[in-house]
Nanobody, 114 residues
Framework: QVQLVESGGGLVQPGGSLRLSCVAS????????MNWYRQAPGKERELVAS????????KYADSVRGRFTISRDNAKNTLYLQMNSLQPEDTAVYLC???????WGQGTQVTVSS
């Protein structure tokens, strides 16, 4: 049974940083690309960042490029998202995803507010 468990969210002031984690289980993690999405209230789910299976290939949405860094630890079956220079528009529920899996974890709430 595939499980994706996100953590690390919270309330942070503008300009602050957070590091999100996603622990994957129920499948072999290392061969697959992984994604981070986010969904803000009233908005469609947005692809934020992607990483290839060997961690050598990363892609970012224009809105986060230069501020967010996606990484993975295949030995720990864990995906990360380092978020720096956070802004109020980054407020959303953040979810990780493996492209072939149609389900979602519970996500982790990130709120950027003074």
């Amino acid at each position: 049974q595939v499980q994706l468990v996100e953590s690390g969210g919270g309330l942070v002031q503008p300009g602050g940083s957070l590091r999100l984690s996603c622990v994957a289980s129920g499948f072999t993690f290392s061969p697959y690309a992984m994604n981070w999405y986010r969904q803000a209230p009233g908005k469609e789910r947005e692809l934020v960042a992607s990483i290839g299976n060997a961690a050598g290939s990363t892609k970012y949405a224009d809105s986060v490029r230069g501020r967010f860094t996606i990484s993975r630890d295949n030995a720990k079956n864990t995906l990360y998202l380092q978020m720096n220079s956070l802004q109020p528009e980054d407020t959303a529920v953040y979810l990780c995803n493996v492209p072939w899996f149609k389900g979602w974890g519970q996500g982790t709430q990130v709120t950027v507010s003074s």
